[in-house]
């Protein structure tokens, strides 16, 4: 098993060096950074939506941002959709899990906030739809999903994708890539 163990952190190193080694995807990182900012200095805010574990990440992320990263800073405004069970099982009761994160976006998304979807396939309807939604508001769209990107690669502004087709490397990346990005928004913006 200790030769298992060390494949498993191979991988994965593995997946984060192709990370290192793609500047087009570095440069999408700091200007998605520098864009969530100018959002945020304009009463902005960023939405975090995801299934699972990308529902895992999509709340830490937000509670990074709405909290603090590295720095004692003022709070930034950071939501995960999924954190408010009441309405999430009310609409997937009554409407369809599929448009949970649709119908919220359509109540308070506004021009100019950011919308950050999260799934490793890229093909999560629920995310799909939000991201749909979020275009319709005229908000900025963020994609963090496998290699292969599925539906939502071609439907948002900023696709962040993984290099790998694994699903816990691809979480392991998006975690990853989630905390270059507070890190930055904390630095330009403070």
């Not at 709070?75 to 999430?88: D, I, K, Q, R």
């Amino acid at each position: 098993m200790i030769g298992k163990i060390k494949s498993i952190i191979s991988e994965s190193i593995q997946t984060k060096q192709a990370l290192v080694e793609n500047d087009a995807l570095l440069k999408t990182m700091d200007e998605l950074a520098q864009v969530i900012v100018r959002s945020l200095k304009n009463n902005g805010r960023v939405y975090f939506c995801g299934n699972g574990g990308s529902a895992a990440d999509a709340q830490h992320l937000a509670a990074e941002l709405s909290g603090r990263f590295y720095h004692d800073r003022p709070a930034l405004a950071g939501e995960a959709l999924h954190c408010n069970t009441s309405y999430l099982t009310a609409v997937a009761n009554d409407y369809s899990y599929d448009v949970v994160y649709k119908r919220y976006i359509d109540g308070v998304g506004r021009p100019g906030d950011v919308l950050i979807g999260i799934s490793t396939s890229g093909n999560s309807k629920n995310i799909v739809a939000a991201l749909d939604a979020a275009k319709t508001k005229q908000m900025i769209t963020v994609s963090l999903t496998g290699a292969k990107g599925g539906l939502m690669k071609d439907q948002c502004d900023f696709w962040l994708p993984a290099a790998s087709n694994d699903t816990p490397r691809i979480q392991e990346t998006h975690i990853l890539v989630g905390h270059i990005l507070c890190q930055l928004v904390e630095e330009y913006y403070f």
